[in-house]
């Protein structure tokens, strides 16, 4: 595999789900014209986020798609030569998930349920439960969405399984509890960017990280899309505003490039790690 173009959106979207699909449709446009291989869209990109973690409104919830929604197809062809990922609310026999999947002109070449839910999504969602990655046209890739990233077995069990690039997609807000009076200062956004780079450097992996921006009943969204080196090095970055964040990055050389000296994956001890408290 060469060198592809990763681009990664900072951008806003609601419960409009045609104003949603054409937001998508200009990104992918927009991603197009700077030679992008790879886009990785925010979470909830098809219907927008929760209004109030804490206490989501059951009336007022985003509105659910089957895995094979039109919706879902319509970006496939949009994407055509490009791969895509995005996240939406997939709904069925009375469940809701937090999912997110990935597509090109071929149709769907991979998906996730989010795994780790905070105290607020339980009320809205039902959990995944594994992370599976899978091939694309422009590598291995496995997907996470927002709170996954805080769990490092998250992103190490992609890895294992083959990933070359991690797609977080987040709808991550400021701190709900603490909000800092600018952004850049906020508790939040200092963790946003740390799990970025400290997953993409213990896996020594490429990692695309997409977020929304503006705002969500209670909910403002940091932005802060970004491409990762496997060194843990920010290679672009939209900070808190909308836009595109692209790097281009031959996956395959530079991860063997960083693994040549240290290969965290092959020099782990499973035997020595607790899985659970005694």
Same mark, same amino acid.
């Not at 197809?73 to 809701?96: I, K, Q, T």
């Not at 209670?218 to 595109?244: E, S």
């Given at each position: ?46 219907? !927008? ?5 804490? $206490? ?21 062809? &949009? ?37 780790? &839910? ?75 960017? &740390? ?27 940091? !932005? ?38 240290? $290969? ?15």
């Amino acid at each position: 595999m060469t060198g592809i173009r990763i681009a990664a959106a900072a951008a806003h979207f609601g419960r409009d789900l045609e104003f949603d699909l054409a937001r998508i449709a200009k990104l992918i446009d927009d991603a197009r014209g700077e030679g992008a291989d790879l886009l990785v869209l925010p979470d909830a990109a098809l219907g !927008g986020y929760l209004a109030d973690l804490r $206490h989501p409104d059951p009336e007022a919830l985003p509105p659910a798609l089957e895995p094979d929604d039109p919706l879902i197809h319509r970006v496939a062809r &949009l994407a055509a030569e490009m791969v895509v990922c995005l996240g939406y609310c997939e709904g069925g026999d009375d469940v809701n998930y937090n999912a997110a999947v990935c597509v090109n002109g071929d149709g769907v070449l991979g998906r996730h349920r989010k795994v780790h &839910l905070p105290a607020g999504e339980i009320a809205a969602y039902a959990p995944g439960d594994r992370f599976d990655a899978f091939d694309t046209p422009v590598g291995r890739i496995g997907m996470l969405i927002d709170y996954d990233k805080t769990f490092p077995e998250s992103a190490r069990s992609l890895a294992l399984d083959g990933a070359q690039i991690l797609a977080c997609l987040s709808a991550w807000p400021t701190s709900i509890t603490n909000r800092a009076p600018r952004m850049a200062q906020d508790r939040q956004a200092k963790l946003f960017d &740390l799990y970025d780079q400290a997953r993409a450097a213990e896996n020594q992996v490429v990692l695309a990280s997409s977020n929304q921006t503006g705002a969500m009943g209670g909910m403002r969204f940091l !932005g802060q899309a970004k491409v990762v080196g496997p060194g843990g090095d920010i290679l672009a970055r939209t900070w808190a505003k909308a836009g595109l964040a692209v790097a281009e990055v031959d996956a395959a050389s530079e991860i063997d490039r960083a693994r040549r000296i240290l $290969h965290h994956l092959n020099e782990r001890r499973p035997d020595a790690y607790r899985e659970k408290r005694s």
